[in-house]
């Protein structure tokens, strides 16, 4: 990830979800959502690490797409930590 630099890997992609919504990249604003969701688990939040998963596969869902094979490979062990962390139900509901 951001080799431990929360601070670093939430202002970058601050920066590109402001570019990607000015040119309507709405991909690329889902792709952001999981490094901040991946960041926030490596943190230690588990609730804002859930939230923004959701919210981009909400987003990839509106837009037809998935995640594709290696993005799944890298993303889900952060997802899988935080859904044990919270426990499924929890981690649902976030």
């Not at 990249?25 to 230690?44: K, P, Q, R």
Request: proline share 3%; charged share 25%; hydrophobic share 45%.
């Amino acid at each position: 990830m951001g080799l431990g630099d929360h601070e670093s890997v939430e202002s970058l992609c601050r920066e590109g979800l402001d570019v990607a919504r000015q040119i309507e990249h709405t991909h690329a604003v889902a792709f952001i959502m999981h490094v901040l969701g991946a960041s926030a688990c490596e943190e230690g939040l588990p609730v804002r690490s859930a939230r923004l998963w959701g919210a981009a596969e909400s987003v990839l869902d509106a837009l037809g797409l998935g995640l594709g094979p290696a993005e799944r490979y890298f993303y889900e062990p952060y997802f899988t930590v935080a859904r044990a962390r919270l426990g499924e139900e929890a981690f649902e509901m976030a």
